[in-house]
T-cell receptor, first 115, second 112 residues
Framework: GAVVSQHPSRVICKSGTSVKIECRSL??????MFWYRQFPKQSLMLMATSNEGSKATYEQGVEKDKFLINHASLTLSTLTVTSAHPEDSSFYICSARGGGRGEQYFGPGTRLTVT | GQQLNQSPQSMFIQEGEDVSMNCTSSSIFNTWLWYKQDPGEGPVLLIALYKAGELTSNGRLTAQFGITRKDSFLNISASIPSDVGIYFCAGRNLLGNTPLVFGKGTRLSVIA
């Protein structure tokens, strides 16, 4: 199956700093990438949808100036959490859609801890 | 946002037993997907369904796309300890770049 990588897998940062998370589709071109956030024992919460070369579409309640998304190529999207606070601590998962029938594949996730 | 109704929420079964879980929606979907998530990992795609009535297998897993397009089920036969995890259904109701709608997950525990 298609492979999506995510980096870093785990990051600890101080409050007020910014963190960048990379998502790459390794063996296919992703027309669309999605960013999710997941709290313990809960389902995935969609944060934003991004298409290569255009601005991301954010879900209601997600601050676009805080969660900056860049989708510079068909294989790379980045999520930058700006001025992180402890409440931003979460599991962030990216997903890429591609392939013949538009299947959606997930990265392994990034555990963000803000101290 | 919109969510699917996935049941059961959790299951405890003996190794070797069969498992069944399902998802229902108030709206029609054109695609149903089933994922499994292990702790600390991203979801892994198990089965994708694209046509009403479609029945698809992947090893011990079998999933069906309901005729009404509003439901899907996933069966796991002869469960083994590594089946432990959270299973999510997901649906998409339009072609194009619409996001998936996820169920809340079924947490499966297998007792050896």
């Amino acid at each position: 199956g298609a492979v999506v990588s995510q980096h870093p897998s785990r990051v600890i940062c101080k409050s007020g700093t910014s963190v960048k998370i990379e998502c790459r589709s390794l063996d296919f071109q992703a027309t669309t990438m999605f960013w999710y956030r997941q709290f313990p024992k809960q389902s995935l919460m969609l944060m934003a949808t991004s298409n290569e070369g255009s601005k991301a579409t954010y879900e209601q309640g997600v601050e676009k100036d805080k969660f900056l998304i860049n989708h510079a190529s068909l294989t790379l999207s980045t999520l930058t959490v700006t001025s992180a606070h402890p409440e931003d601590s979460s599991f962030y998962i990216c997903s890429a859609r591609g392939g013949g029938r538009g299947e959606q594949y997930f990265g392994p996730g990034t555990r963000l801890t803000v101290t | 946002g919109q969510q699917l109704n996935q049941s059961p929420q959790s299951m405890f079964i003996q190794e070797g037993e069969d498992v069944s879980m399902n998802c229902t929606s108030s709206s029609i979907f054109n695609t149903w997907l089933w994922y499994k998530q292990d702790p600390g990992e991203g979801p892994v795609l198990l089965i994708a369904l694209y046509k009403a009535g479609e029945l698809t297998s992947n090893g011990r897993l079998t999933a069906q796309f309901g005729i009404t397009r509003k439901d899907s089920f996933l069966n796991i036969s002869a469960s083994i300890p590594s089946d432990v995890g959270i299973y999510f259904c997901a649906g998409r109701n339009l072609l194009g770049n619409t996001p998936l709608v996820f169920g809340k997950g079924t947490r499966l525990s297998v007792i050896a």
